[in-house]
């Protein structure tokens, strides 16, 4: 059965994350697309070979020749959007971070478990389904690094320009939100909850936007393990994205755990020697809409559905309260 997909906002991810990872998988049609602006949605059909355009976000999510919608807007209006999608009964892949902030999602999903039978809703944190992740999680499950000690994120991307969404408070901008953001789910996905956060620090600009971060968490089943996320958008950052894990027996870097498909490295070093491996080029955005279409068809849960988001969002808003800053909005204003 085909799986027809509706998308909302013409996002500048939307053609890397969507539109080329659609070409992987075959149960999956592009449908429609919505803009604020209708001749840019109109151009980016063109462009993309999008057979139709809706007038706006409400006239997309109410279509009756689509089944799912993929949302690539302003962490600030996700759920908005969601919601309308849900009750349109249309299934939901939402871009990461699913909401602004954990309350605002916790009653989302509230209201939504009052409805059995409801669509489907995924988090696109995509790195979570690539097989790189998998062989990270096997090493750290194995026993190969001996017991955990140390787990670090980095993730800094510069020339992120003035008046991006990612730079304003009121489109829940931050550099913890928009790439803190892995590292938090990277060591829930490694941990399991609940991450404690211990202490964090923030630059901010003057929008109350974090243009760097720097969290420090623990977790009561691993007693002296520290699990370290920071995140830069400062234009003087070199771009970099890293995951390390360190073990009493071991240490594990991978390099770009986020975008394998870029180029990455697995690097084991143990017992004197070091083992280093590359996985598979794919882009994790066909490995995730894979997962999405398979969800959709079988009814089961993703591993990155609504209740994982929530668990997410709610470290995220802890590391904000510890750095002194107000959580990200979860509405628009
Ligand atoms: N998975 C990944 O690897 C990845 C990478 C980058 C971004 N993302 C996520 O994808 C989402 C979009 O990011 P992006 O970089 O693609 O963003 P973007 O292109 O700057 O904006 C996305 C869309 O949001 C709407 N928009 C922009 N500014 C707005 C405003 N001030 N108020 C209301 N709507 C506004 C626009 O929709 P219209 O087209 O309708 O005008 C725009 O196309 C974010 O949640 C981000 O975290 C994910």
Known sequence: M????????????????????????????LQAVAARDPP???AFAADHGIPHVANDYAALVERDDIDAVYIAL??????????????????????????????????????????PGDPLLMEAMHYRY????????????????GALKALTMHFA????????IRRRFATAGGALLDLGIYGVHMFRSLLGDPLTVQHAKAVVLEDAVDEQFEGVMTHPAFPGLTATVTASMAPDTPLAAWFEIEGTEGRLRVDNPVAPQLGHELRLERAGETLRE?????PSYCYQLQAFAD???????????????LATATVLDALYAAAGLAPRPAYPA
Do not use: F
Not at 5 to 28: D, F, H, K, N, S
Not at 297 to 309: E, L, N, V
């Open 130 to 145: 690539h097989p790189l992740w998998g062989r990270v999680q096997a090493l750290s499950d194995a026993g190969t690094l």
């Open 74 to 115: 302003p962490a600030s209006h996700h759920l908005l959007w969601v919601e309308r999608a849900l009750d349109a009964g249309k299934a939901v892949l939402c871009e990461k971070p699913l909401s602004g902030n954990a309350p605002a999602l916790r009653a989302l999903l509230a209201r939504r478990a009052q409805r």
């Open 295 to 309: 969800a959709v068809k079988t009814g089961q849960r993703p591993p990155t559905d609504g209740q994982d988001a």
């Open 2 to 29: 085909t799986l027809r997909l509706g998308l909302l906002g013409a996002a500048r991810i939307t053609p890397a994350a969507l539109i080329y990872a659609a070409e992987a998988v075959p149960e999956v049609a």
């Open 40 to 42: 840019r949605a109109m």
């Open 157 to 164: 991307v510069p020339h992120i320009p003035a008046g991006d």
């Open 278 to 282: 590359s996985v598979d080029p794919t």
